[in-house]
């Protein structure tokens, strides 16, 4: 499971998307995340999916690379699709007790779950096709407009970026810990819910103290270069605006209002 997990991670391409600006790329995948709120029928979700497909075509990753990344988070899925699925009212097909079906909670199950996987796949997206690096510099340039109020932009960049891209080494780190107990006769994956919770202590433990290693090399190694902070600082990659940049905010724009067209020409499901 823990292999499965890729968030955080970049993939270096030349593709369509990898070289639209980073900055656009944070703006667009925000509307797109609203933008998944916005269909309340088929046709408006079904259009917010080829948009997504079709940005996945453009960033020339793997089919199964970005299904891998969506199998975390199917226990929230089905756990979301079941509570929608037993409690939405409507034109019933199966009563027990206080469980019913009904086609109402079917179809509402399916919008939601699929409404979730465009999220996932969405923001998945941005991390796998813009590094670290220019992430950082995208979300300081557009949170500049923050400092006329003295936020410090340039630190919570940094934290952010930093706290993403430690997260598959921490994974790696997880699964080294668990093989290593596993290989010591730690029992994991058998009894209870309080039985596993127990086993995991063994992991955390050990895991708690490598991060706090790991931050405090981290702080050492950025003050040995004489690093403080934003003031002053200049970037060897500069950021600029192209025309293709121009039109995916055009595209998105034409997509956010064919959903709400859609929205007023259709029958809502939810």
């Known amino acids: 499971m823990l292999s499965d997990i890729t968030i955080g991670q970049f993939f270096p ?66 756990l ?49 096709t813009t590094s670290p690096t220019t992430l950082t510099d995208a979300l300081e340039r557009l949170l500049s407009p923050l400092r006329v109020i003295r936020v410090p932009v340039h630190e919570i960049a940094m934290m952010m970026t930093i706290a993403l891209r430690f997260i598959p080494t921490l994974i790696e780190e997880t699964d080294k810990i668990m093989s290593a107990q596993k290989a010591r006769g730690a029992d994991m994956e058998s009894g209870g819910l309080m039985q596993r919770v127990r086993a995991l202590i063994p992991v955390l433990i050990p895991l708690f103290i490598s991060s706090f290693r790991r931050a405090y090399e981290l702080a050492t190694a950025m003050e040995c270069r004489c690093y403080h902070g934003g003031e002053g600082r200049t970037r060897m ?34």
């Open 13 to 78: 391409g030349n593709s369509v998307l990898h070289r639209i600006d980073p900055r656009v790329k944070l703006a667009l995948t925000f509307i797109y995340i609203v933008a998944v709120f916005i269909p309340r029928n088929w046709w408006g979700l079904g259009l917010a999916v080829a948009a997504l497909i079709g940005a996945a075509l453009l960033s020339r990753l793997p089919a199964r690379l970005l299904l891998k990344g969506l199998k975390p988070v199917l226990p929230l899925i089905v």
């Open 80 to 128: 979301t699709s079941i509570i929608n699925l037993f409690y939405v009212d409507g034109t019933v097909l199966w009563h027990w007790w206080i469980f019913r079906i009904t086609w109402e909670g079917i179809a509402t199950a399916a919008f939601i779950a699929i409404r979730i996987l465009c999220l996932i796949a969405g923001t998945s997206l941005l991390t796998y």
């Open 237 to 270: 990659k500069q950021l600029h605006m192209r025309s293709g940049d121009y039109v995916a905010l055009l595209l998105m724009a034409l997509l956010i209002a064919a959903l709400f067209v859609l929205n007023t020409q259709f029958p809502k499901v939810i």
